[in-house]
């Protein structure tokens, strides 16, 4: 748990306090944790696997937010602000979680203010990163998005290999099609193309990044 950069400032006696109010949860695969709209008193950090927050249009298409790894943390919106959950959240793989009940994580908050500001850290970051998302979906095309998704991707999920960087992301064509916020075949043929340019090799739910400065520039 305090390899988590929400809690990584904490020492022995204090992260010892805090595992005393912690509740483990596993998820298989594809299992839903909690859904858009619905009551969250609990903050969550992945210990292991990954997750997706989505979120759902009236027409029922689904936006993926973001796919979150080890070490990261989730559900604290409704923390410092009761209202719905502004996300669902479900499993892309198996998944071991920590969570935290938001009643005891106030107080803990009051008693190491180092958590605090680790959290302001986690949410100025993703503010940062909302607001370049909502500004390639108004002035960069999609295999720009493609692009760049993956690079994100990388950077979290990389590990280098012998022929290339192997990004296991996890994700169907679809889940990426929603990450990206564009169609399936659209998605698809800019990867095409990219691998077609020798940039990088497709497999199943994985792509093997060979040439990531040309992925950069594009
Ligand atoms: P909460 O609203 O409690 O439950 C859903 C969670 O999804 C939310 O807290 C955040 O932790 C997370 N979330 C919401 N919006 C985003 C976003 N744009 N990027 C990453 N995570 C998000």
Not at 15 to 37: I, P, W
Not at 133 to 141: I, R, S
Not at 168 to 176: I, K
Request: contains cysteine.
């Amino acid at each position: 748990l305090n390899k988590a950069p929400l809690f990584e400032a904490l020492d022995d006696q204090a992260t010892k306090a805090l595992r005393a109010h912690v509740s483990e949860v596993r998820l298989a695969r594809g299992q839903s944790l909690f859904h858009e709209g619905d009551t969250g008193d609990r903050l969550y950090v992945v210990l292991e696997g990954k997750i997706k927050l989505t979120r759902m249009a009236p027409d029922g298409r689904e936006n993926l937010l973001s796919v979150l790894g080890p070490g990261e943390m989730f559900g604290e919106l409704s923390l410092f602000d009761p209202r719905p959950r502004t996300a669902g959240a479900i499993a892309v793989t198996e998944c071991r979680l920590a969570g935290l009940g938001h009643d005891d994580l106030r107080p803990f908050l009051t008693a190491h203010p180092e958590v605090g500001v680790a959290l302001l850290q986690a949410l100025s970051e993703r503010l940062r990163k909302t607001n370049e998302v909502m500004a390639d979906l108004v002035f960069t095309d999609v295999p720009g998005r493609v692009a760049k998704a993956l690079l994100d991707l990388a950077e979290r999920f990389g590990q280098p290999g012998d022929s290339g960087l192997h990004v296991h992301h996890d994700l169907t064509q679809e889940e990426l099609a929603q990450l990206v916020g564009a169609s399936r075949e659209t998605v698809n043929k800019a990867l095409a193309d990219f691998a077609a340019r020798g940039w990088l090799r497709i497999e199943a739910r994985a792509v093997v990044i060979l040439d990531i400065e040309r992925l950069r520039k594009r």
